[in-house]
């Protein structure tokens, strides 16, 4: 499941917001850290990460718990943003949920809200 952070964290690495949307299911939910609108589907996602894409984020995992009921696997924990021309930095607490899905996991939710400690 870590793996699968690795992946995203790729795909945002790409600045490409087609490829970050590619990893979530079309019906998925997105709580996003730096937005106040929910994300209820792979449109609204891709949108979503036009705009977070353009801070150049780099997400490192600090604390990460998973764990794996049938076709679902929950991966929560707390990350590390840097971004920006600055290089600011985001603590933010993480929840992914994947589904399995013809061999393939997908994200259906995710849930990012940074830490209200800064």
Do not use: K
């Not at 996003?32 to 929910?38: D, I, K, L």
């Not at 150049?56 to 840097?82: C, M, N, W």
């Amino acid at each position: 499941m870590r793996n699968l952070f690795n992946d995203w964290n790729q795909a945002l690495a790409s600045g490409d917001p087609e490829q970050v949307a590619a990893l979530y299911a079309d019906d998925a939910v997105l709580l996003p850290t730096v937005s106040n609108r929910v994300r209820t589907d792979r449109a609204g996602i891709r949108d979503y990460f036009i705009d977070f894409l353009q801070l150049q984020p780099q997400g490192e995992i600090q604390e990460s718990h998973v764990r794996v009921h049938g076709d679902l696997a929950l991966h929560s924990g707390v990350y590390l943003f840097t971004m920006g021309a600055d290089n600011s930095q985001v603590w933010a607490r993480f929840t992914f949920v994947y589904r399995s899905r013809q061999d393939q996991w997908e994200i259906i939710e995710q849930h990012s809200s940074a830490m209200p400690e800064g």
